[in-house]
């Protein structure tokens, strides 16, 4: 088995990470490879969906892409984002109307 010792000195050194295993042949200075690499941890991400914390962190992807996102794609994000916020107001609304009516 080859040691450090054994590697040619003509031999280039990879980088750690991702681009000494997925990315063999790409310039990692370059912000094209940077962004494609980013991509393919956010890809490879695995995390439990069913807890809070992974609920959350969900809710972070979601706003990380929409900000990056640009054109129809951010307009249907934020109109979302406002469509969510609607519906917790309305359900504060009755909430409170409900409480109001139950105590007074």
Do not use: C, K
């Not at 790409?26 to 690499?37: T, Y």
């Not at 469509?83 to 109001?100: D, F, P, Q, T």
């Amino acid at each position: 088995m080859p040691t450090v010792s054994d590697r040619p000195e003509d031999e280039p050194r990879l980088p750690p990470g991702r681009f000494a295993e997925d990315l063999v042949g790409l310039d990692p200075d370059d912000p094209e490879a940077q962004a494609f690499a980013e991509h393919l941890d956010r890809v490879e991400r695995h995390r439990s969906s069913f807890t809070v914390e992974g609920y959350l962190a969900d809710v972070g992807d979601f706003a990380d892409s929409a900000n990056r996102a640009a054109g129809i794609r951010r307009t249907v994000a934020v109109a979302v984002v406002g469509l969510i916020l609607v519906g917790v107001l309305v359900a504060v609304w009755n909430a409170l109307g409900m409480m109001l009516t139950t105590f007074f």
